[in-house]
């Protein structure tokens, strides 16, 4: 797949499924508006700013904006091979305190899939720094839809 045909598709997606999120969405005046990247090797990133909007302690940005951010760079990951998928399971690990005030990059890749489910790794890193990781399953969107229905 390439750069161009993989970004294609996370836009397109995010829009079809997406489009007010609180991580990603440009036209959700609450969102921190990341723009995620898609690159040759499957993976997806954005940068963040860390603004003091976010922050839990003094100093430090909020754990559950965190775990937003490697969720939603998860999510966009799975957008950018075509699938809407939701969170089924996330798990976090907190390596570091992250600061406010100093940009973050998230990442995400596919580690395997097995549709329905998928599962995706993530991290943000601070100054060359992981700060923190995570481990996430994703259901295709159309199953859990399709479940909701009575259908399965």
């Avoid at 723009?35 to 909007?53: E, I, M, P, T, Y």
Wanted: net charge positive; proline share 3%; glycine share 8%.
């Amino acid at each position: 797949m390439t750069i161009e045909c993989a970004q294609d598709g996370l836009q397109q997606v995010r829009a079809q499924v997406h489009s007010n999120c609180v991580v990603c969405s440009p036209s959700n005046d609450r969102s921190m508006r990341l723009k995620f990247a898609a690159s040759d090797d499957g993976r997806v990133q954005a940068r963040f700013d860390c603004d003091a909007a976010f922050e839990g302690y003094a100093g430090m940005l909020h754990g559950g904006v965190v775990a937003s951010l490697l969720d939603g760079a998860m999510t966009n990951c799975m957008f950018a091979h075509g699938i809407p998928a939701v969170t089924a399971e996330l798990t976090v690990r907190f390596r570091h305190p992250v600061r406010t005030g100093v940009a973050v990059t998230v990442r995400a890749w596919v580690e395997r899939c097995s549709p329905p489910l998928h599962v995706l790794k993530a991290e943000v890193v601070q100054n060359g720094q992981l700060m923190a990781t995570a481990r996430g399953k994703f259901m295709d969107q159309a199953r859990i839809t399709k479940q909701r229905h009575g259908e399965e």
